[in-house]
């Protein structure tokens, strides 16, 4: 079964500290890894995106990390602030089926405090 | 403002009834998503239309359906509803199949049925 397991479900972190979201999924198959962020009352918004031919990809205080051989993919937010405070998605799909419909994991819940 | 506009924003409804919601995607964009979300199951894909034709079905109930028109908005149509229904329904588009630079998600129509 296709499925993309997320840790923790929810997470609180000061502000400045490091936050740390895990993925992992089942299917090999799956090619793309996208994070959504979303806020409430809003959509889910495309954050950082990552294939498997790369082991890292940052774009400003976010990376995320990836391990082929494990399985596993996380988000690491640095210097995070209260505006980070959002419900954050990781996902996976794979282009054979030239589709791309993702599968989701079920969200992690970050509050960040002053 | 995401550019996928989705209409309306709350419905409330009693089981049984049938309801329609709709979806324009970003100016360009050929491929429009639908996904459910629910607190339980989180972000379930149910189907995925480009330009016209159905192009994947995910977990869509026999009661669901949806179509995209030659303008390329789109519909999803929920019928003989349950109290199961409820959730948020999400429609996103994108250019062509979704790729490296994902899918922009429309604010969504929260779904109550009583």
């Known amino acids: 079964q296709q499925q993309v397991k997320q840790s923790p479900q929810s997470l609180i972190v000061q502000k400045g500290g490091i936050s740390i979201i895990n993925c992992a999924y089942e299917n090999t198959a799956f090619d793309y890894f996208p994070w959504y962020q979303q806020f409430p009352g809003k959509g889910p918004a495309l954050l950082i995106a990552?294939?498997?031919?790369?082991s890292e990809k940052k774009e400003g205080r976010f990376t995320i990390s990836f391990n082929k051989s494990a399985k596993q993919f996380s988000l690491h937010i640095m210097d995070s602030q209260p505006g980070d405070s959002a419900t954050y998605f990781c996902?996976?799909?794979?282009?054979?089926?030239?589709?791309?419909?993702?599968?989701f994991g079920k969200g992690t819940k970050l509050s960040v405090i002053p | 403002d995401s550019g996928v506009t989705q209409t309306p924003k709350h419905l409330i409804t009693a089981t049984g009834q049938r309801v329609t919601l709709r979806c324009s995607p970003r100016?360009?964009?050929?491929?429009v998503y639908w996904y459910q979300q629910s607190l339980d199951q989180g972000l379930q894909f149910l189907i995925q239309?480009?330009?016209?034709?159905?192009?994947a079905k995910g977990n869509i109930l026999e009661r669901f359906s949806a179509q995209q028109f030659p303008d390329l908005h789109s519909e999803l149509n929920l019928s003989s509803l349950e109290l199961g229904d409820s959730a948020l329904y999400f429609c996103?588009?994108?250019?062509?199949?979704?790729?490296?630079?994902?899918?922009?998600f429309g604010s969504g129509t929260r779904l109550t049925v009583v």
């Open positions: 990552i294939r498997p031919d790369v």
């Open positions: 100016s360009g964009d050929l491929s």
């Open positions: 996902a996976a799909s794979y282009s054979g089926a030239g589709s791309y419909q993702l599968t």
């Open positions: 239309y480009y330009n016209g034709e159905e192009r």
């Open positions: 996103a588009s994108s250019l062509r199949w979704a790729g490296l630079y994902g899918y922009t």
